[in-house]
């Protein structure tokens, strides 16, 4: 039981190019999370995925693509690296704690520098 | 507009002593709260959560307190030990989305 991977853990980008960063959970959670983190900012949501098929923005969602393939995983997509997006991100997946209260599990981060 | 807000970017405890780490929101909408610790090179790991409808929740030596009139909610470690250095996130969760604060850098002093 690996929770919530991700993949890589470090990329360096030239401004322009595309990257995928890819997110496994193997906690069979339906709700599940990218966020980007950055100094004396905290996390921020990126975009969202409630359950399988479907997507929502988050607080900062320019410049991202989402894709959900299917219960376990759930993509970002940079389609054109800006160096405003060097940042930390991160990806969670959630789970009930309780009738009214859940947290959210999160991987181990993917570094992203855009040069 | 920051939603939730975490004042104080670091804090320094001595080993043994209670610390104190505090957290403000603005949004009354805001079903129940969490806090995370995060150590570097690794993802928040939850630790303690609150619902809106409580004051108090104790877990261990950690204990979150909730005053909603003044939209404060404060974290308590006692005593606090060296493997409780790390930054402390509070987060706030509102239609199944979290909002966090920047984050507390607490160091525990020997």
């Known amino acids: 039981n690996a929770g919530v991977t991700q993949t890589p853990k470090f990329q360096v980008l030239k401004t322009g190019q595309s990257m995928t960063l890819q997110c496994a959970q193997d906690m069979n959670h339906n709700s599940m999370y990218w966020y980007r983190q950055d100094p004396g900012m905290g996390l921020r949501l990126i975009y969202y995925s409630a359950s399988e098929g479907t997507t929502d923005k988050g607080e900062v969602p320019n410049g991202y693509n989402v894709s959900r393939l299917n219960k376990r995983e759930f993509s970002l997509r940079l389609e054109s690296a800006a160096p405003s997006q060097t940042s930390v991100y991160f990806c969670a997946s959630r789970v009930r704690l309780a009738v009214s209260s859940d947290t959210q599990y999160f991987g181990p981060g993917t570094r992203l520098t855009v040069l | 507009d920051q939603q939730v807000k975490q004042n104080s970017p670091s804090l320094s405890v001595q080993e043994g002593r209670i610390s104190i780490l505090n957290c403000d929101y603005t949004?009354?909408?805001?079903?129940?709260f969490l806090w995370y610790k995060k150590y570097p090179a690794e993802g928040p790991t939850f630790l303690i959560s609150i619902s809106s409808i409580k004051d108090k929740n104790e877990d261990g030596r950690f204990t979150v307190f909730l005053n909603k009139s003044a939209k404060h909610l404060s974290l308590h470690i006692v005593p606090s030990q060296p493997g409780d250095s790390a930054v402390y996130f509070c987060?706030?969760?509102?239609?199944?989305?979290?909002?966090f604060g920047q984050g507390t850098r607490l160091t525990i002093n020997p």
């Open positions: 949004n009354s909408m805001f079903d129940y």
């Open positions: 987060a706030a969760s509102a239609a199944q989305k979290l909002v």
